[in-house]
């Protein structure tokens, strides 16, 4: 079995920077795309930003151009690089992963447990 461990969430002052990270560990035979959502209190879990085996990205509209994903496949990990932090940027940030564990066919979709990040005015 795999999972996902997530790092860098906390307490940010608007225009600040924070940097999430999310490891999978386990028996990894690959993993496809990986990707990160949030869930602000309330409103329903939304794609942030998505990246494919081959690196190409995608971003929600509102984070375009404050936030940049990217991964290390030898560390299996995704990374979120969250720049020009706003209050409406508060929630949960879950990771996520398509991964094809060792001896298997197909992918596993797996989540992380999510990380919290706040914002302050």
């Known amino acids: 079995q795999v999972q996902l461990v997530e790092s860098g969430g906390g307490l940010v002052q608007a225009g600040g920077s924070l940097r999430l990270s999310c490891a999978a560990s386990g028996s990894i035979f690959s993993i496809n795309a990986m990707g990160w959502y949030r869930q602000a209190p309330g409103k329903q879990r939304e794609l942030v930003a998505a990246i494919t085996s081959g690196g190409s990205t995608n971003y929600a509209d509102s984070v375009k151009g404050r936030f940049t994903i990217s991964r290390d496949n030898a560390k299996n990990t995704v990374y979120l690089q969250m720049n020009t932090l706003k209050p409406e940027d508060t929630a949960v940030y879950y990771c996520?992963?398509?991964?094809?564990?060792?001896?298997?066919?197909?992918?596993?979709?797996?989540w992380g447990q999510g990380t919290l990040v706040t914002v302050s005015s």
């Open positions: 996520n992963a398509a991964i094809r564990v060792a001896g298997t066919l197909g992918y596993l979709e797996v």
